[in-house]
């Protein structure tokens, strides 16, 4: 019975203890897990929590789509256009049915002259017109114009190419830089009076000294321009014999007028002579100077009833050349 006493007073002084420790020091929460439930059958075969904890899955992030990049597809280059190969030129002559014939700017009769060209002149043919009736040449010192076809030999016609209409309307838009004549050779006579001067007449060979010769001229502009020559003998037969066999190469900026012959006045007498006039009309030459230069042959030797002239004669040659201005 003491011993039982003795035991409860020992349990109380604990606990009155453990009060007084408690109100000194904060309680501090101590979280258990909750008791797990025991099954005896004898022996404890296992110990089941009651709660058992599901594991919460961690997202797993969605892998971002990552596009493919597609093949920019770049602009189309354009592929280099070829350069044509020129065609090459083929040559042809003029006939010889006629001293000269016509060099005109245009495939037709109606277009301007250029310039008269020789017969036996050598040239490169670069076209003809479809009719085939017109070739587009060009003469060995670079002019290019036109001449009738049936006026031209060539060996090899089938290799001429036969322009477009916009090749001939390109060449018709050209500027033609050439001191050309605006008449058509009259059939050997000429409109003007021998002898009597006009505005704008340059003699061929003014630069001869003496009274061969004049003065250089300055003209203005749009001025047109006629070059002129002269020749006399005593007699209307030694005259006659120097336009029969005279060999006129007259060039202005060494372009050759050889279509002088149908330019040839009428022959009248003055101081004892017979004289004969050649009027050449040449256009309008653009501002600038332009130099004129003259030869005369003869066929054969003749006489103008003073002296004689071509082969062994006292002249066989006769040059000069001129020089005017236009501003």
Not at 231 to 247: G, M, R, S, V
Request: proline share 9%; hydrophobic share 35%; net charge neutral.
């Amino acid at each position: 019975m003491h011993r039982l006493q003795a035991i409860g007073l020992t349990l109380t002084a604990l606990i009155v203890l453990v009060g007084c420790n408690n109100k000194e020091q904060p309680a501090t929460l101590i979280i258990t897990s909750p008791p797990p439930t025991v099954t005896l059958d004898g022996n404890i075969r296992s110990m089941t929590p009651r709660l058992t904890a599901t594991l919460i899955p961690s997202i797993t992030p969605i892998p971002s789509i990552t596009p493919t990049p597609s093949e920019t597809s770049l602009p189309p280059t354009d592929a280099p256009t070829p350069t044509p190969i020129p065609t090459q030129a083929v040559r042809g002559t003029v006939k010889f049915n006629s001293p000269a014939v016509n060099l005109r700017d245009g495939p037709g009769p109606n277009f301007k002259v250029i310039q008269g060209v020789k017969a036996g002149t050598s040239l490169s043919v670069l076209g003809q017109t479809d009719k085939k009736d017109w070739y587009n040449v060009r003469l060995d010192e670079g002019v290019e114009g036109w001449l009738l076809a049936d006026l031209v030999i060539v060996s090899n016609i089938d290799t001429i190419p036969t322009l477009t209409t916009a090749d001939l309307t390109r060449r018709a838009e050209r500027p033609t830089a050439v001191i050309s004549s605006n008449s058509t050779p009259g059939g050997g006579g000429s409109t003007r009076s021998p002898g009597v001067r006009a505005r704008g007449d340059v003699l061929v060979y003014c630069d001869k000294p003496g009274d061969q010769g004049e003065n250089r001229q300055t003209l203005p502009v749009g001025t047109p321009i006629t070059i002129w020559w002269s020749w006399f003998a005593k007699t209307p037969e030694q005259l006659d014999d120097h336009i029969n066999y005279a060999q006129y190469e007259i060039r202005v900026d060494e372009q050759v007028i050889s279509n002088w012959q149908g330019f040839r006045t009428s022959v009248i007498r003055k101081q004892n002579n017979y004289w004969v006039y050649w009027y050449v009309p040449i256009g309008t030459p653009p501002v600038g100077d332009h130099k004129i230069d003259f030869k005369l042959t003869w066929k054969q030797k003749i006489s103008d009833g003073y002296q004689t002239f071509g082969p062994g004669g006292d002249v066989e040659t006769d040059t000069g050349t001129c020089v005017f201005t236009i501003e």
